[in-house]
């Protein structure tokens, strides 16, 4: 197999990958969603300030100065049903799996091209539809 071959089936694998990996991702957060809760992003913001947003609209739906006990107070009121995103999201934690590195291709050459497919997927997926 060529290099360029080489290069293509990699950049390949890592965008299968990735796209696993974040379609699991969107599963896990519709699975709390149908559960009733509503995922929030935010925590701390001062010595003793804090602010929790919805994580799909970004609106405030809490916030305080009166540290981690008046949150907890507010996150318990009113039949709340709040999961954090980091929660919602922990089974996913060190699962992305990266495919293995083609022998005739440098590493750093992998690792670059693994970082451009997932912070660009879209270029990845129009490069591989040429």
């Not at 602010?51 to 006990?69: C, S």
Request: net charge negative; glycine share 6%.
């Amino acid at each position: 197999m060529t290099p360029e071959q080489l290069t293509r089936q990699y950049i390949a694998a890592c965008h299968k990958a990735y796209q696993a990996y974040d379609n699991r991702h969107a599963e896990l957060l519709a699975e709390w969603e149908a559960k009733g809760f509503t995922i929030v992003s935010g925590g701390q913001t001062g010595a003793d300030s804090w602010e929790v947003t919805d994580y799909r609209t970004g609106k405030v739906i809490a916030r305080g100065q009166n540290g981690y006990d008046e949150y907890l107070a507010v996150s318990g009121r009113d039949g709340a049903r709040w999961v954090h995103y980091d929660h919602a999201t922990e089974p996913l934690d060190d699962h992305l799996s990266h495919p293995p590195h083609p022998e005739d291709l440098p590493d750093s050459l992998c690792e670059a091209l693994a970082l451009w497919v997932d912070n660009n997927p879209e270029d990845a997926a129009a490069f591989l539809e040429f």
